[in-house]
């Protein structure tokens, strides 16, 4: 009962801490979203193969390898959509009845999932599958982009995971296979395995791994430019069940943990295990809402040109509370080896004889330190290798794996806190922009299939939009990225995506494409248009580019554009479309220069639109809509659209009156608060659709509507086609029909038109006239169905409803008719 209300208290503080009091943090919106059918997307997919989540990129052989389910691919890396070669691997059936005996499904388990590829050499790769819960690795030999197994399969456990739907983690450093997954069926022993020349795993204790979750594995070359001698690491990123903290529930903590390239193991303790396997935690959490993202995803490293400026990019998500949630964390080499050369270690004691507490170790560390590498220092003492190490070095870390310190992020802060986002993967580009300097743009996948690329700042996190990757919302389980091609590859459950980094065509003009803050993309103004600035043929002078802030202002002018003529019926609604620049972007609406407010019973303001109740005279007049963005604390405005109404009983005045084509908005008439930098500008409408064209169109379609509706009435009513009861009896009258029924059809349309549309339509048929509500689109509400139900009077009333009701029709064949009489 306790446990049940402190989980229940848990969760309401922390719902609390993140609708009070940073709400602001987790609104991070981006700007742009791109639709699956613009986001110039090349997709691959075969039929009857599925899982496509395992990638690897082969620059020189200008090939995507991608692992799936009994079959491996090799694709153009140009264009995906072009399958240069395939090799099929399926279980046998002999492999797939041992697994259905051991309880596992025939069609998901029971299959080959390819899950490790890793380059042996320049032709041959290492490439291991679950075999139906019997992991099995082979060799594969490129040779003129064709792929071939050697069809030499031998038992990998512990190098690739049993289960295809378990989470693992492998690298090739230099020719040594290392690997993080479960080393038996049921997946209760984790590991971390160093195989094919210099075997070491780790000791089975849970102290050292706990039920873990393995998310990443690469190498550093430390070695590099090392002074003191010291030696290449492997980094592990995992997540698992803490050790040291006593709660309610099973509390999932990130580690990093880390062991030596040239580890050979102890000589008596620790032989043929890791000596130099130690852990820390990483620590993700905003300060503001004291809120930590504790379950590690996926990890990216962004190698510099010295190895000590390299940054770990990592995305957590929260164990409890919004389950919707997403962090991104960057952290320093300098704070990585702070704390593992030199921080505190935990230590375990036991209290009340029976349970193990984690504190802070106080006593003296042996020497050489516990875990560190062999340096010059060590060398110097008299210990070569690992073999040489003291019982008492090696008996210390192995009871304490675990550093007291934690490992923090750059700034103590994450760069990108999201909500109501998933992310899975992570792959991020460093990219040179305009003015020389270099910007991380953040690749980030989605579990529902949706790519954001985000802009890391020094103060801020900017998500410069989001591309939907597939037409079915399915995870993002791999992305690879090539700075080289400028490309994104992507793999899924059922297809592989490739994806430009960057579709600068998508900005239609300067102001755009300089709000989007793109490091890739400019606007050239040479030839008015936002371009790749990477290409070799761009001018940097002739850009047009603000990274920092977004600030348009050196934009040239260009053209105006007229503002569109409307027709209104006093008494009706009109509808006036306004699409805005971008998600970010608000609508402000102005009249005759003034601005129209958001609340009032005479208008409705909906996201693409305004909607104006019972229009009359004083509606006349000049209707501009505002984009208005806030860009580093500075309001930015543009004209998207430009209406000017007028009434047909003021057409002459009108005609003579004209329309204005260039408007001097400035922040004030705007409705914009004034401050130094604000700025309006005009930008190019897209053409909108309108189906009133003018009065005299209307009327020449509602006269030819009803001449063609009076002669086919005429025809059936001699052919004898209208029902007994219509007809008059005797011949006089029946020559005398057509026009009696004419005369009445048009006096009970006048009568029908005047009841329904109320007195201002009285006599419009005489006039042969139709007082529709003037709209600037089709159906302007339809797609704003869900946000706004505001019925649209007297809309396409020539098609709402017939024109002429008959109660009954009873066709009669005329042939018949006179041969009876």
């Known amino acids: 009962m306790l446990k049940g209300f402190v989980f229940l208290f848990h969760n309401l503080l922390i719902r609390f801490l993140l609708h009070s009091q940073a709400s602001h943090i987790l609104d991070c919106t981006p700007r742009k979203t791109v639709n699956y059918e613009d986001a110039n997307l090349k997709i691959f997919a075969e039929q009857g193969i599925s899982n496509y989540s395992t990638l690897l990129l082969s620059e020189e052989h200008d ?46 388990d029971c299959r080959n999932y390819i899950r490790i590829l890793h380059w042996l050499s320049k032709t041959r790769m290492y490439v291991c ?17 064709k792929i071939q197994l050697e069809k030499n399969p031998e038992e990998s456990k512990g190098q690739c995971p049993f289960d295809p739907t378990q989470k693992y983690a492998s690298v090739m450093v230099d020719g040594e296979f290392y690997s993080a997954t479960a080393n038996n069926f049921l997946g209760s022993e984790p590991i971390l395995l160093r195989s094919l020349k210099n075997n070491l795993r780790t000791e089975y204790k849970t102290s050292w791994l706990n039920e873990p979750n393995f998310i990443y594995l690469d190498v550093i070359q430390e070695s590099k430019d090392a002074t003191d ?41 620790l032989q043929r295990k890791w000596t130099t396997f130690l852990k820390a935690s990483l620590m993700c959490s905003a300060p503001e809402i004291n809120f930590p993202f504790n379950i590690i995803q996926d990890v990216f490293v962004l190698r510099a040109t010295n190895w000590r400026n390299n940054i770990f990019y990592a995305v957590f998500t929260p164990q409890w509370g919004k389950q919707d949630m997403s962090a991104v964390c960057a952290f320093g080499m300098s704070k990585i080896q702070e704390v593992f050369n030199a921080g505190k270690f935990k230590s375990p004691i036991t209290v009340e004889q029976s349970r193990v507490k984690w504190v802070m170790y106080s006593g003296t560390v042996p020497v050489p330190r516990p875990g560190a590498c062999i340096n010059s220092n060590i060398r110097q003492s008299g210990f070569k290798t690992s073999l040489d190490l003291p ?46 300097k270099e910007y991380d743009v953040i690749f980030l996948g989605t579990d529902s299939g949706y790519l954001h690329k985000a802009l890391s700042l020094e103060r ?13 919302a399915e995870p993002v389980q791999n992305l690879q990225l090539s700075s080289k091609r400028g490309q994104l590859y992507v793999g899924s459950p059922s ?15 300067c102001w755009d494409c300089v709000l989007s803050r793109d490091p890739y993309c400019g606007w050239d103004k040479m030839t008015s248009q936002c371009v790749y600035i990477s290409k070799k043929n761009i001018d940097i002078q002739n850009l047009v580019q603000n990274i920092e802030n977004g600030d348009p202002s050196k934009c040239p002018s260009h053209e105006m554009y007229k503002a569109e003529k409307q027709i209104i019926i006093p008494g009706n609604n009109m509808v006036l479309n306004c699409y805005p620049a971008s998600n970010l972007a608000q609508m402000q609406w102005l009249h005759k220069r003034r601005a129209i407010p958001a609340v ?76 130094p930098g604000n700025t309006v500008r005009r930008g190019n409408l897209p053409m909108i659709q309108n189906y009133l064209q003018t009065e005299l169109t209307l009327k020449g379609f509602l006269v030819l509507f009803i001449m063609m509706f009076v002669l086919l009435l005429a025809w059936n009513i001699y052919k004898g086609h209208v029902p007994i009861p219509l007809r008059p009896s005797g011949n006089e009258n029946a020559r005398r029909a057509p026009a009696t029924i004419l005369n009445n059809s048009v006096q009970q349309l006048e009568e029908k038109t005047t009841l329904s549309e109320g007195p201002q339509l009285k006599g419009a048929l005489n006039n042969v006239d139709l007082p529709l509500t003037s709209i600037s689109d089709a159906n302007p509400l339809e797609k704003n169905s869900n946000n706004n139900s505001v019925p649209l009077e007297n809309a396409n009333s020539s098609c709402a409803r017939p024109l002429l009701v008959l109660d009954e029709l009873e066709y009669i064949d005329a042939d018949q008719t006179e041969s009876k009489a």
């Open 129 to 145: 599958g679950t075999n139906a819960f019997q992991p099995t690795c082979d060799n594969l030999v490129i040779n003129n982009g």
């Open 229 to 269: 001698g010291d030696d290449d690491k492997i980094y592990l990123f995992f997540s698992e069940t803490a050790v040291e903290f006593e709660f309610y529930n099973k509390l999932l903590v990130s580690r990093i943990a880390r062991v030596c390239k040239g580890d050979l193991g102890g000589q008596r303790t």
């Open 460 to 472: 801020e996190m900017f998500i410069i939009e989001e591309v939907q990757l597939f037409l079915s």
């Open 600 to 675: 009032d019973s005479r208008y409705f303001h909906f996201n693409v639109g305004l909607i104006i109740f019972n229009v009359s005279a004083e509606d006349e007049g000049q209707y501009d809509c505002l984009s208005v963005e806030t860009v580093a604390g500075k309001l930015l405005s543009q004209v998207t659209a430009s209406y000017f109404l007028y009434s047909s009983t003021y057409k002459s005045r009108v005609d003579q009156h004209p329309v204005p084509t260039k408007t001097d908005l400035g922040a004030k008439s705007a409705g914009v608060p004034t401050s």
């Open 495 to 509: 297809v592989v995506a490739q994806v430009p980094v960057a579709i600068c065509t998508q900005y239609i003009d």
């Open 391 to 436: 019982d008492k070095t090696l008996q210390f870390v192995r009871d304490h794996p675990l550093m007291d310190d934690l490992v923090t992020p750059i700034n103590n802060r994450p760069k990108l806190i999201k909500q109501g986002v998933k992310y899975t993967q992570i792959v991020v580009d460093r990219v040179t922009a305009a003015n020389l």
């Open 63 to 108: 090939l995507l390898l991608v692992g799936a389910r009994d079959a491996i691919f090799a694709l153009n890396i140009e264009n995906i959509s072009d399958c240069v070669s395939q090799e099929m691997w399926p279980v046998s059936e002999q492999k797939q009845k041992e697994c259905m005996y051991k309880g596992k499904s025939q069609e998901t």
